[in-house]
């Protein structure tokens, strides 16, 4: 079925359909954060009939200057050329410089700040070297996953800390050495505080998703760290938007950085079709819902919702209808959230439901379909969402549900 803009009217009989969603405390009666997004003409777009080219690059990792262990690792991951982002940074970063990419998920920024860390460290194994800070723990776990197959038989070590994980674990891993270290903000902070990990040896740091760590309020945690690390000798910072606001806070933490470009974050990507569904208030949503993921072609939704207590009941309505669903948000335990999200890769649910913080990081390449079940609070937070599918050269469709 293809849904359309005011395709969704068919459903609207308000009189007749009273809103079936019921909770402990009605989710109606709790304060609604308004969203800044009122031109909805930005969410309808047709995806180009010409596929856009992806950046070709004019050579392969095997001509670039690295090693012949990291060019072996890349090659098994099927990696023969480089993407934009890692074909533009790779010479300046070899050579230290320090770095703001403008760069979002999906462009390869994960490999174009490890595979510099793994050079320098095939030349100086040293442990604490790089300090990789990002907002999530998804996108930290996902981080630690690409490292290890990039620096994979190389004697390199990386340790990944994240929140809603026992520390205990944490300070048993800072017993050994490791040559990177890959945090979250908050857990990072709790280890320098409980004075299980000095930063004053690291000599480069990589802050990723840095518009979103931002975003998440964790510019205090950020300033300390960097603080903190009194040898940093080189900053890689990237971020999906460059907004005027960031840029005293940025120019805090980089020196004379090569700033490059390669996603201006001001736009969805041209392999998305995007499209907005009316459904009045009062007009049963979830039935709307329900009816059009039933196509066959919705076979992998991730769907989000305003918050963590309606991401829960979305999930269990669409159980209770049938439909193979499971929840992540900052209420579940990390031990949850990875069970779902592997689910989810895996085919085992259809719908991924997710909050906003929840979603950063989620990298599966195959997403159909995007669904905004309510309106995110900023336009670039849709374009986060949205982001999450069309990866990897694939084509994807967003929906997003307005009344
Ligand atoms: P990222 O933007 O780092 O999240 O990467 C997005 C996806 O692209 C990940 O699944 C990577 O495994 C993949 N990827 C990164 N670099 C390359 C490359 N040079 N060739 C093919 N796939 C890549």
């Given at each position: 079925?293809?849904?359309?803009?005011?395709r969704?009217?068919?459903?609207?009989?308000?009189?007749?359909?009273?809103?079936t969603?019921?909770?402990?405390?009605?989710?109606?009666?709790?304060?609604?954060?308004?969203?800044?997004i009122?031109?909805f003409?930005k969410?309808?777009?047709?995806?180009?009939e010409?596929?856009?080219?992806?950046?070709?690059?004019?050579?392969?990792?095997n001509?670039?200057?690295?090693?012949?262990?990291?060019?072996?690792?890349l090659?098994?991951?099927?990696?023969v050329?480089?993407?934009?982002?890692?074909d533009?940074?790779?010479?300046?970063?070899?050579?230290?410089?320090?770095?703001?990419?403008?760069?979002?998920?999906g462009?390869?920024?994960?490999?174009?700040?490890?595979i510099?860390?793994?050079?320098?460290?095939?030349?100086?194994?040293?442990?604490?070297?790089?300090l990789?800070?990002?907002?999530?723990?998804?996108l930290?776990?996902q981080?630690?996953?690409e490292f290890?197959?990039?620096?994979?038989?190389?004697?390199?070590?990386?340790?990944?800390f994240?929140?809603?994980?026992?520390i205990n674990k944490?300070?048993?891993?800072l017993?050994?050495?490791?040559?990177?270290?890959i945090?979250?903000?908050?857990?990072?902070r709790?280890?320098?505080?409980?004075?299980?990990?000095?930063?004053?040896t690291?000599?480069?740091?990589?802050?990723?998703?840095f518009?979103?760590?931002?975003?998440?309020?964790f510019?205090?945690?950020?300033?300390?760290?960097?603080?903190?690390?009194t040898?940093?000798?080189q900053?890689?910072l990237?971020?999906a938007?460059?907004?005027p606001?960031?840029?005293?806070?940025?120019?805090?933490?980089?020196?004379n950085?090569?700033?490059?470009?390669?996603?201006?974050g001001?736009?969805?990507?041209s392999?998305?079709?995007e499209?907005?569904?009316?459904v009045p208030e009062?007009?049963?949503?979830?039935?709307?819902?329900?009816?059009?993921?039933?196509?066959?072609?919705?076979s992998?939704?991730?769907?989000?919702?305003?918050?963590?207590?309606?991401?829960?009941?979305?999930s269990?309505k669409?159980?209770?209808?049938?439909?193979?669903?499971?929840a992540?948000?900052?209420?579940?335990?990390?031990n949850?959230?990875?069970?779902?999200?592997?689910?989810?890769?895996?085919?085992?649910?259809?719908?991924?439901?997710?909050?906003?913080?929840?979603?950063?990081?989620?990298d599966?390449?195959?997403v159909?379909h995007?669904?905004?079940?309510?309106?995110?609070l900023t336009?670039?937070?849709?374009?986060?969402?949205?982001?999450?599918?069309?990866?990897?050269?694939?084509?994807?469709?967003?929906?997003?549900?307005?009344?």
């Amino acid at each position: 079925m293809n849904y359309k803009k005011n395709r969704a009217d068919n459903y609207a009989s308000p009189s007749s359909r009273s809103h079936t969603l019921r909770s402990r405390k009605p989710l109606s009666k709790v304060k609604k954060r308004q969203s800044s997004i009122s031109d909805f003409d930005k969410l309808v777009k047709t995806a180009s009939e010409v596929p856009t080219q992806a950046y070709q690059a004019d050579r392969c990792f095997n001509e670039m200057p690295l090693s012949s262990f990291t060019k072996k690792n890349l090659s098994a991951k099927g990696y023969v050329k480089p993407s934009q982002i890692q074909d533009d940074t790779l010479e300046s970063l070899l050579a230290g410089k320090d770095l703001v990419g403008i760069a979002s998920t999906g462009s390869g920024k994960t490999a174009a700040f490890l595979i510099p860390v793994i050079e320098r460290l095939i030349k100086s194994p040293k442990s604490n070297t790089a300090l990789i800070v990002v907002p999530t723990r998804e996108l930290a776990l996902q981080t630690e996953q690409e490292f290890k197959s990039l620096a994979c038989q190389m004697n390199i070590f990386c340790a990944c800390f994240i929140g809603g994980t026992k520390i205990n674990k944490d300070l048993r891993k800072l017993q050994q050495s490791n040559h990177v270290i890959i945090a979250t903000p908050g857990r990072l902070r709790d280890l320098v505080n409980q004075r299980a990990l000095s930063l004053d040896t690291f000599q480069m740091l990589i802050l990723d998703e840095f518009d979103r760590m931002l975003d998440m309020g964790f510019v205090h945690d950020i300033r300390s760290i960097v603080k903190d690390m009194t040898s940093r000798k080189q900053t890689m910072l990237f971020s999906a938007t460059l907004e005027p606001n960031q840029k005293a806070i940025i120019n805090e933490i980089v020196r004379n950085p090569e700033i490059v470009k390669v996603d201006d974050g001001e736009s969805t990507n041209s392999r998305i079709d995007e499209d907005i569904i009316h459904v009045p208030e009062g007009a049963d949503k979830m039935k709307v819902l329900i009816e059009m993921i039933s196509g066959s072609e919705f076979s992998k939704v991730l769907l989000f919702t305003e918050t963590k207590r309606w991401a829960d009941r979305v999930s269990k309505k669409l159980n209770q209808s049938g439909v193979k669903a499971d929840a992540i948000h900052g209420n579940k335990s990390q031990n949850y959230r990875n069970a779902a999200l592997l689910k989810f890769k895996n085919g085992g649910i259809q719908v991924l439901v997710a909050t906003d913080v929840a979603s950063r990081g989620i990298d599966v390449h195959d997403v159909t379909h995007v669904i905004n079940y309510h309106l995110p609070l900023t336009y670039q937070s849709y374009i986060h969402r949205v982001g999450r599918t069309g990866r990897a050269g694939r084509s994807g469709k967003a929906f997003t549900f307005i009344n």
